[in-house]
């Protein structure tokens, strides 16, 4: 294991398709609705889940140069879609939408952590 990704390109990948996330989430299109909606997450604090993207994009990115920064990003994120799989579990909201985009998001932050840290 090693403190900074052994490949760059995944870790930047992930952090691009976080940063596309949480700005197509300032105004979530209906799929985005239907999920938080979904798993009861009040719209009043749909903007924390902007800010967390946000910083999950900046610690990946800064874990490029700076030791361990973004290893512990990468397994937050982890961490995030894990609760957000529990979230939809435990609402019973477990669609395609589940399917794809939260459980996708699991797949490929695992992924990323597997490949760029832990190979």
């Not at 989430?25 to 902007?50: F, H, M, N």
């Not at 030791?67 to 609760?83: D, H, K, R, S």
């Not at 579990?89 to 399917?99: E, H, L, N, Y």
Request: aromatic share 12%.
């Amino acid at each position: 294991m090693t403190e900074t990704p052994d490949l760059w390109l995944p870790t930047a990948l992930l952090a691009l398709i976080l940063l596309g996330d949480a700005l197509v989430s300032i105004k979530p299109p209906a799929l985005i609705r239907d999920c938080l909606d979904g798993v009861g997450y009040p719209q009043e604090w749909w903007w924390t889940l902007i800010v967390v993207k946000l910083l999950a994009v900046a610690g990946l990115l800064a874990g490029l140069k700076y030791e361990g920064v973004g290893l512990a990003t990468n397994i937050a994120v982890v961490a995030y879609f894990c609760c957000a799989a529990y979230a939809h579990i435990r609402a019973r909201f477990v669609g395609w939408t589940f399917w794809l985009n939260c459980l996708g998001m699991l797949a490929l932050s695992a992924a990323v952590l597997a490949v760029s840290y832990l190979a």
